[in-house]
């Protein structure tokens, strides 16, 4: 069975007994989805891991199949969907699928028409996440040449593409709206473009007009990556991520949960990234007092649930990279 190439495939049909589950996998075949059977083990993280799957289906019969899933969902990268098929008798299991991140349980037997409705709608979800993380290729080339003028910013944008990535799986967004969440901290500081360099490149205090023109990136960077296709879900982040809880941020004085939540999350990535790394007028803070400084500032200039999802993130996950 492990022999068919699973490079024309976008969905793995994963148990201990496939061939009782060949009336869902020709249904699937009809709904114009290419479906190979596997049996459970690590070949199958390995294949969600390389990003060839859009989908996975498993029959889950004990906590090994938890296990599998659990190794799956637990890479913020991953955008792999799962539903997870169980009898009756596993009922028990339901709980901690949900738990580990599995999109859907139903219960066996189940009609092949739904679970095929189901998959095709969860692969489609996942083909967008595709579509927006390549259409982000380009911008991203862009956006670190902007970087490249301020060199007390180096891998910054990385930085925060990762770190949004881990706080939005904290949050438990969506496999979309995670990749949007991503390629907006990639392409947050894009507006800088229209900055002249002399102003990026400033040691000095900025003047009142050097803030001005600081203060239109944001919008100059959502007008630019609402160019994009998904570009509708990455804007509205890039716009909001200088707004404050409080309603004193720019450039709309947006307030509390009017800003978009990705918006609210780049803010604090942001925040804590510049405290954490050197500075033309500090040096970077140790992470006790930068979580501090991130602690008083809930519920002013951050998002407390937010500010709670980045803190309870491990120390390795927050340490900077240095690229």
Not at 35 to 51: D, K, R, W
Not at 94 to 99: G, H, L, N, V, W
Request: glycine share 8%; hydrophobic share 40%.
């Amino acid at each position: 069975m492990n022999d068919i190439s699973l490079e024309a495939y976008t969905v793995l049909l994963v148990s201990n007994e496939y061939p009782k589950l060949d009336e869902h996998r020709f249904m699937l075949q009809q709904m114009g989805l290419r479906v190979a059977p596997m049996f459970p083990g690590a070949a199958v993280v390995g294949f969600c891991g390389e990003g060839r799957i859009d989908a996975l289906i498993i029959e889950g019969r004990n906590f090994e199949s938890i296990a599998l899933c659990r190794s799956i969902k637990s890479d913020p990268n991953s955008e792999v969907p799962i539903v997870m098929l169980l009898h009756e008798k596993y009922k028990h299991l339901e709980a901690e699928a949900y738990d580990v991140g599995v999109d859907n349980v139903m219960y066996l037997p189940v009609d092949s028409v739904v679970l095929g409705t189901r998959v095709r709608r969860l692969t489609q979800q996942h083909q967008a996440s595709r579509h927006l993380e390549d259409a982000t290729g380009v911008l991203g080339a862009v956006a670190r040449t902007v970087e490249k003028h301020d060199p007390y910013t180096s891998g910054h944008i990385e930085r925060l593409r990762t770190l949004s990535g881990h706080v939005a799986h904290r949050l438990g967004l969506s496999n979309l709206d995670l990749i949007a969440v991503r390629a907006a901290g990639l392409l947050h500081d894009i507006g800088k473009i229209a900055v002249p360099v002399e102003i990026l490149r400033k040691t000095t205090e900025l003047t009142p007009g050097d803030w001005a023109y600081i203060k239109q990136h944001p919008s100059h960077g959502a007008d630019i990556v609402s160019t994009l296709r998904h570009g509708d879900l990455i804007s509205p982040m890039v716009r909001s991520h200088h707004e404050r809880w409080d309603g004193n941020g720019y450039p709309d004085h947006l307030k509390a949960e009017h800003i978009p939540l990705g918006g609210r999350i780049i803010g604090v990535v942001d925040a804590f990234d510049a405290m954490t790394t050197d500075r033309p007028y500090r040096l970077a803070l140790d992470a006790r007092e930068a979580r501090n400084r991130l602690s008083v500032g809930a519920g002013t200039q951050f998002d407390p649930s937010i500010v709670e999802a980045l803190l309870s993130l491990s120390p390795r996950v927050l340490a900077p990279k240095s690229n």
